[in-house]
């Protein structure tokens, strides 16, 4: 399961910054994830539950929000929403232009927000 690595290396910056802020209680973690990045925010939350498990962090609230897909035509250069379901090959719906955009947000995976104590 792929959330499970994912879980793992948010979990590591999580527990940075909270040693940073000398907090030990974890209460909410905001992670915004691309349309296209591949999580399951179900899969993720379970993730989380079972890494947290008699741990100081055990108990807190994720939050998980979906990034649209959003992509810039590399020909006319303007922003697009593609089809989440053509991933092979997206039109650019102005200039018609088949390949090459570049994908400006959808991909990323972000911890918008720690709340410890
Ligand atoms: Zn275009």
């Known amino acids: 399961m792929h959330e499970l690595?994912?879980?793992?290396?948010?979990?590591k910056i999580i527990k940075e910054e909270m040693a940073k802020h000398n907090v030990n209680k974890l209460i909410?973690?905001?992670?915004?994830?691309g349309q296209i990045s591949a999580i399951v925010p179900e899969a993720l939350q379970t993730a989380f539950?079972?890494?947290?498990?008699?741990?100081p962090l055990e108990g807190a609230e994720i939050i998980t929000?979906?990034?649209p897909l959003k992509a810039r035509c590399r020909v006319c250069k303007r922003e697009f929403?593609?089809?989440?379901?053509?991933?092979?090959?997206?039109?650019?719906?102005?200039?018609k232009a088949e390949f090459g955009h570049e994908i400006i947000s959808g991909k990323e995976l972000i911890?918008?927000?720690?709340?410890?104590?």
């Open 28 to 33: 909410r973690v905001k992670i915004k994830y």
């Open 81 to 95: 929403t593609p089809d989440p379901d053509e991933f092979v090959v997206i039109y650019c719906p102005y200039c």
């Open 111 to 117: 911890i918008e927000e720690i709340e410890a104590e």
């Open 49 to 55: 539950q079972v890494l947290t498990a008699d741990t």
């Open 5 to 11: 690595s994912v879980a793992e290396s948010l979990l």
């Open 65 to 67: 929000e979906e990034v």
